[in-house]
Nanobody, 122 residues
Framework: QVQLVESGGGLVQVGGSLRLSCAASGRTFSSYSMGWFRQAPGKERDFVAAINSSGGKIYYADSVKGRFTISRDNAKNTVYLQMNSLKPEDTAVYYC???????????????WGQGTQVTVSS
């Protein structure tokens, strides 16, 4: 069992930056792949980024590639999402996810955080 708690969301202007954090409980954090998804009002939950258990494999959605960076600190049981050059279309609730393998399909994810709101104002 893994419990995930996100933090770091907020209101930021276009072009600004935010860093999201996701703290995980449990001793097996280092064995899980971790990911970030986001969901805008009235839209489906979309894949943003994923990182495997060792941090050696990282994947991004095309929409955030070059602007967002996912990383993890297994000693702190935490995964991060550094978001730069934010755009209004990045506005969404951002969810942390954990599973043995993170796929872009949210229905296949075992563990979710409660979400944190990111709002980018123009």
């Amino acid at each position: 069992q893994v419990q995930l708690v996100e933090s770091g969301g907020g209101l930021v202007q276009v072009g600004g930056s935010l860093r999201l954090s996701c703290a995980a409980s449990g001793r097996t954090f280092s064995s899980y792949s971790m990911g970030w998804f986001r969901q805008a009002p009235g839209k489906e939950r979309d894949f943003v980024a994923a990182i495997n258990s060792s941090g050696g494999k990282i994947y991004y959605a095309d929409s955030v590639k070059g602007r967002f960076t996912i990383s993890r600190d297994n000693a702190k049981n935490t995964v991060y999402l550094q978001m730069n050059s934010l755009k209004p279309e990045d506005t969404a609730v951002y969810y942390c996810a954990a599973d043995q393998v993170i796929t872009p399909l949210p229905d296949h994810i075992d563990y979710w955080g409660q979400g944190t709101q990111v709002t980018v104002s123009s």
